[in-house]
């Protein structure tokens, strides 16, 4: 059993665990929080057999085998303290590697400032993980926006693979686009159509090819919204790859301007400072080259970010994967993680 103290990051331990099939000790020093309850009920709804013991000094993990319960529908309520994506973002990795197709349907929060949107899942994320894994099954769709109280839906389906292949991303490109989805719940669509017009006064220095989608949540019977917006934009080099940021309505950016300006200035500094990924998914482009077959993968990054990091440390305990890193570049050589519970097609 693998012991970690004081982490940051325990989903990419939980993660890394259930990938290896090799138990972890974690001991907190202060208590993450609501969700890692939340998120340790989820990782046990996908396995059959998964072992966990919480405590009041950390947590005791045995992992069992992704099942994704046959591939029926499931559905599971993330609660409201943090955001669907939160969880989107190492279940859409686990599914890769299970018995069956992952069909589940997910409640809660869509957008908010602490983890990244749904919608740069959908058209950052996953695009990451198809450059490891080209032919990959996946949908995710967005049925109903969630501002705060927990109120949206989205609907997953992926289908498991045999193995993660290398990669080399070395050279991102010119940026040539950006793309951007602008939603709200309950708010004047004017407010929609400030907030893009003041992103575009922002672009319109730098590239002339922006377009911003407004997706306005239109009310549902005895179905109750939170009022709020958001916006999530994409910036897409040359070579296809894909850089995000988002920013939603709070008390610190209190007007459709202020969120439009403060998005579109947090774009241009990941393009400014990233390689060929933004900062948010760094940790696991680094994952998925550790778990890909035995053969060199290497990218380019750009700013490190604590997580990633500690994720570097978390990849070296549980699988004994190192990187080597020479002018941004990071490479390493693959564990060739095989997927052999996956159901013959």
Request: glycine share 6%.
């Amino acid at each position: 059993m693998i012991s970690f103290q004081q982490v940051i990051n325990f989903r990419e331990i939980l993660l890394c665990s259930t990938l290896s099939e090799r138990a972890v000790k974690i001991e907190f020093s202060q208590y993450p929080g609501p969700h890692l309850q939340t998120m340790l009920k989820l990782l046990q709804i996908i396995q059959t057999g998964c072992k966990i013991d919480v405590n009041t000094k950390g947590i005791t993990y045995i992992p069992g085998i992704i099942t994704n319960q046959d591939g029926m529908l499931q559905t599971y309520n993330c609660g409201v303290d943090r955001s669907i994506s939160y969880y989107l973002e190492i279940l859409l990795v686990l599914s890769l590697f299970g018995k069956a197709p992952l069909n589940i349907e997910l409640n809660g929060i869509t957008n908010d400032n602490t983890d990244q949107s749904v919608d740069s899942i959908i058209n950052a994320y996953i695009p990451l993980v198809k450059k490891f894994i080209p032919d990959w099954d996946v949908s995710l769709k967005v049925t109903r926006r969630g501002f705060l109280a927990g109120s949206g839906t989205v609907i997953l389906h992926s289908k498991p693979i045999k193995q993660v292949q290398s990669i080399s991303l070395i050279e991102r490109g010119p940026i040539c686009k950006i793309r951007g989805v602008c939603s709200g719940s309950k708010v004047a669509p004017n407010l929609l159509n400030r907030v893009v017009s003041q992103c575009r006064n922002v672009f319109n220095d730098y590239i002339p090819d922006v377009w911003i989608h407004t997706d306005l949540q239109k009310s549902q019977k005895g179905i109750e919204f939170q009022s709020g917006y958001a916006v999530s934009l994409i910036a897409e080099s040359t070579n296809g790859l894909f850089i995000s940021c988002d920013c939603e309505y709070s008390n610190e950016f209190n007007n459709p301007e202020n969120v439009g300006e403060t998005a579109a200035l947090r774009l241009l500094d990941e393009i400014k400072n990233s390689g060929c990924v933004d900062t948010t998914q760094q940790q696991y482009a680094l994952l998925l080259m550790a778990i890909s077959q035995k053969k060199v993968s290497q990218i380019k990054l750009g700013r490190i970010s604590t997580h990633t990091i500690e994720t570097l440390r978390i990849i070296r305990s549980i699988f004994g994967v190192t990187f080597n890193i020479e002018d941004s570049v990071f490479s390493c050589i693959g564990c060739g993680l095989i997927n052999l519970s996956r159901q013959t097609q």
